[in-house]
């Protein structure tokens, strides 16, 4: 994938994680914002951040994104076990002339 | 309430053909960006295509000439005919409405809803 992400994760009940997301200078290098899905066992993939940074309506302030440079993260804080899942950033790239996606991630709470 | 329905996935031999139909309701495809996303079993997402509400239209390079995605305003539903497939067009389709924002000069795009998906086979 042209973004890369850790392959796992993982962590307690309650504890913090974050989920990197590392691109290069034609994606979000360039200044392309980044945006992180959530995919539940089963389902289909739900938007959790928007432009780096914003929730949809629904979505816990539990997750939050940030972006610096070539890369980005996520973080979850209070983790539960509903958030159990894999978590894809994307972005656009503009040597590909299309939208991208890192490889996910798959979140496992212990 | 938004909502996106896909059909038309199953199981097809390499070399043939395949129309996949999104049915969408909640809001109106001609008024807004849609693309096909995909994602082959056990694997990441993989961005297919796009359509602008004008119409221009975007492909992936590793379905460019193969595939191709249209609409249709009266019935309010998307499309993906795809033509010539391999065993690694074998996946999951997903409908999925587009948001885009920014200029001309960097047009940014984000999912903002997805459907279930639809899954199709090539195999021999």
């Known amino acids: 994938s042209v973004l890369t992400q850790p392959p796992s994760v993982s962590g307690a009940p309650g504890q913090r994680v974050t989920i990197s997301c590392t691109g290069s200078?034609?994606?979000?290098?360039?200044?392309?914002?980044v945006h992180w899905y959530q995919q539940l066992p089963g389902t289909a993939p739900q938007l959790l951040i928007y432009?780096?940074?914003n929730r949809p309506s629904g979505v816990p302030d539990r997750f939050s994104g940030s972006k610096s440079g070539t890369s980005a993260s996520l973080a979850i804080t209070g983790l539960q076990a509903e958030d159990e899942a894999d978590y894809y950033c994307?972005?656009?790239?503009?040597?590909?002339?299309?939208?991208?996606f890192g490889g996910g991630t798959k979140l496992t709470v212990l | 309430e938004v909502q996106l329905v896909e059909t038309g996935g199953g199981l097809i031999h390499p070399g043939g053909s395949l129309r996949l139909s999104c049915a969408a309701s909640?809001?109106?495809?001609?008024?807004?960006?849609m693309s096909w996303v995909r994602q082959a079993p056990g694997k990441g997402l993989e961005w297919v295509s796009l359509?602008?509400?004008?119409?221009?239209?975007y492909y992936a390079d590793s379905v460019k000439g193969r595939f191709s995605i249209s609409r249709d305003n009266s019935e309010n539903t998307l499309y993906l005919q795809m033509n010539i497939l391999r065993a690694e067009d074998t996946a999951v389709y997903f409908c999925?409405?587009?948001?885009?924002?920014?200029?001309?000069?960097?047009?940014?795009?984000?999912?903002?809803?997805w459907g279930h998906g639809t899954l199709v086979t090539v195999s021999s």
């Open positions: 432009t780096n940074r």
């Open positions: 359509i602008y509400s004008g119409g221009s239209t």
């Open positions: 200078t034609s994606n979000i290098g360039a200044g392309y914002d």
């Open positions: 909640g809001f109106a495809v001609s008024n807004n960006f």
């Open positions: 999925a409405r587009v948001k885009e924002y920014g200029t001309i000069y960097h047009r940014e795009f984000y999912f903002d809803y």
């Open positions: 994307q972005s656009y790239d503009t040597s590909l002339r299309g939208s991208i």
